[in-house]
């Protein structure tokens, strides 16, 4: 076999591999692998605030955690500015309502804390706002802001969970899927 310099390519020079058969088929994965928690809260008509809380739910969409692996929503989303396209919309700081870009997504982090809590995933930090929001009960919410309070919580099974987040006609859903922690019938 002669050399290859820089650049150049062969057909003849392959990498060595092992082929390893998965654990479980898809169709397996797709039976053990459902929605273990979801839960939708209903948004005003704010064209900004819904704006915000679509880009959130974007952010948010999609994240896979291993076991043990914790989640940040402050993370995940990363800081609300102008310049990701966050409007100014009403937000609290310290017991005040103001207007600040990302306003509104405190929203998409209370529905996340529920579909978590109905999933059986453990909550590691959450923070109840300074008033009572409308779209959830009371004592449902977690409060966030960039820099400050964080909703967080830990993949305590065994398995890799997903989050699933979506934003249409007013209605912000949060699903997590996996495979089940809670025993049947347990909620």
Known sequence: MEAVRKGEFTTETEAPFDSIAPKRTAAQARDQYKVIGTFSTTTTDNKNRNQNIRLAADAIDGVVLKPGEEFSFNLATGNRTSEKGYQPAGAYR??????????????????????????????????AHSYEPSYVTPGEDAAVSYGGPDFRFVNNSDYPVAIRASFSDQKVTCSIYGIPVLESGVK
């Open 94 to 127: 310290n017991g005040v309502l103001i207007e600040e870009p990302g306003g509104g997504v405190c929203q998409v982090s209370s529905t996340l804390y529920n579909a978590v809590i109905f999933a059986g995933l453990k909550s590691t930090e959450r923070h």
